[in-house]
């Protein structure tokens, strides 16, 4: 157990060590094909930056998975029958990457990318990995798993508006991700869940702010399809487990990026704005609008994740009225953030007597 362990941490630490050194190449690559992120009114950011960082950890993460899962195919770790899985996880995340990476360099539509993500969602349920929960007609649990991938992969997207906040928290998520691996003896999630999480840390050390290199659409994509997939491809139920309520254990590991999404979308909707335009109605911009610094903001939504994260561990091990005590803590955190975000806009409102979302100047 001890060798298994110092082995997926040297795993980490190769990963990391390896989008450290493709970051200034991805950046001089980016310079000189024009994939700048130039300041906006919408935009938090001052200065232009290379926004083709999600080829950093795209590379890394698939070049160190290839290696770790052909040597641990020959010394007897791992085995052929995850293959199938693994080769539906390529190419559907090549598909959305690539869109997403031309995107990044010649702004394509937000219908194009929703096409490329529907496509590699149904390239992955075709090779089996589904949603199930106990659900009797197979084409519902198809449909779910559709709408999950689909929408956790949009919302880490939309996540992407403040340095380093969507990578971090990619990298609580697989961190969480890992935990349950190891929970269930699942070598492919653990294996899987350093290198995502390597990769990750890695490219924080280059998006924390101030940050030298956005991810770009491409990055932001790639981070929500992999978590998305690999948590449809866990189970949650585990040997004498006590309630049948550890199957929404995703809900939780993911509630900051899904609490996010659809409060960006009912803000939206409410105010008669399209759903797809960018504005400063997120978690994060909220936060700085009741004077915390975008460090600050950003390390407030990690412990949030890391909190309820927690909770969503423990589910398979708790009884039923202990889970509801863990659901209902989950909940209280959000009414607290709820209160935050109606605060933060009455701060803006009071200050510069106008609607919240029109002011990104402001910040």
């Known amino acids: 157990m001890i060798t298994l362990f110092f082995c997926f941490l040297v795993i980490f630490f190769t990963t ?7 970051i200034p190449l991805i950046i001089k690559l980016s310079l000189a094909s024009g994939a700048i992120d130039k300041p906006g009114l919408r935009k938090i950011h001052t200065h232009s930056k290379p926004r083709l960082g999600g080829l950093a950890f795209y590379f890394s993460f698939w070049v160190i998975l ?3 899962w052909i040597l641990g195919t020959i010394v007897g770790w791992t085995d052929y029958s995850n293959h199938k899985f693994l080769t539906s996880l390529l190419i559907g995340s090549f598909i959305i990457f690539i869109v997403g990476l031309y995107d990044d360099i010649f702004s394509g539509g937000p219908y194009i990318k929703l096409t490329a993500q529907i496509i590699g969602s149904i390239i992955v349920i075709l090779s089996g990995t589904q949603i199930y929960m106990f659900i009797p007609y197979k084409f519902i649990g198809i449909i779910l798993t559709l709408i999950w991938i689909v929408g956790i ?14 990578g971090g928290l990619g990298a609580i998520c697989s961190l969480m991700m890992f ?12 294996l899987i869940s350093v290198i995502f999480c390597g ?30 997939v690999i948590s449809v491809e866990t189970t949650y139920v585990i040997p004498d487990m006590k309630t049948p309520i550890a199957i929404i254990a995703p809900l939780l590991i993911f509630s900051v990026p899904i609490f996010d999404t659809l409060s960006v979308i009912y803000i939206r909707i409410r105010e008669k704005r399209p759903i797809f335009r960018g504005d ?19 390390l407030f939504i990690y ?30 955190i959000f009414a607290i953030i709820v209160i935050l975000m109606r605060t ?3 701060v803006v409102e009071k200050n510069i007597g106008r609607d919240f979302d029109d002011y990104s100047e402001y910040y």
Do not use: E, W
């Open 16 to 22: 990391y060590i390896f989008t450290i050194i493709l």
């Open 303 to 332: 412990l949030v994740s890391f909190v309820i994260g927690i909770s969503a561990i423990f589910l398979p091990h708790v009884n039923f009225y202990q889970a509801i005590v863990l659901l209902a803590q989950a909940c209280t």
């Open 153 to 166: 992969t949009n919302s880490f997207n939309l996540l992407d508006n403040m340095d380093g906040l969507s």
């Open 66 to 68: 290839s290696i770790c």
């Open 280 to 298: 400063m109605s997120h978690f994060s911009h909220r936060l700085t609008a009741i004077g915390m610094t975008q460090k600050q903001a950003v």
């Open 199 to 228: 990769s990750m840390v890695g490219f924080l050390k280059y998006n924390f702010y101030p940050s030298k290199i956005f991810m770009g659409d491409s990055g932001s994509y790639f981070i929500g399809f992999i978590l998305s």
């Open 179 to 190: 935990i349950m691996g190891i929970q269930q003896g699942s070598v492919l999630l653990i």
């Open 344 to 346: 933060a806009t009455n």
